[in-house]
């Protein structure tokens, strides 16, 4: 089994920072892509920040220079630097994995159970 916790959320003023977590634990043989979503209420889920194997990352138009996703492969973890946060960044955040389990020939994604993220005054 796979588990991803993430941690590091939180109620922020706005044009503050928090930095997120997500480890990934349990039966895994290599991690692939390591992505953070959010999802506010009454919208879609939407992909924030990715990064793959090689450390490439990409992020969504309404967050790039004000977040920073970075991973740590020694750890199986993945962080989420949140910097001048502003009231629209209020979400429920989560972390998704694509990783492979030992004996699996294929990558699989996993999802952390979300942590919430409230910027406001």
């Known amino acids: 089994q796979v588990q991803l916790v993430e941690s590091g959320g939180g109620l922020v003023q706005p044009g503050g920072s928090l930095r997120l977590s997500c480890a990934a634990s349990?039966?895994?043989?290599?991690?692939?892509?390591m992505n953070w979503y959010r999802q506010a209420p009454g919208k879609q889920r939407e992909l924030v920040a990715a990064?793959?194997?090689?450390?490439?990352?990409d992020y969504a138009d309404s967050v790039k220079g004000r977040f920073t996703i970075s991973r740590d492969n020694a750890k199986n973890t993945v962080y989420l630097q949140m910097n001048s946060l502003k009231p629209e960044d209020t979400a429920v955040y989560y972390c998704?994995?694509?990783?492979?389990?030992?004996?699996?020939?294929?990558?699989?994604?996993?999802w952390g159970r979300g942590t919430q993220v409230t910027v406001s005054s």
């Open positions: 998704n994995v694509w990783l492979r389990t030992p004996g699996s020939a294929y990558s699989n994604d996993y």
């Open positions: 349990g039966s895994i043989f290599s991690i692939n892509a």
């Open positions: 990064m793959t194997s090689g450390r490439s990352a």
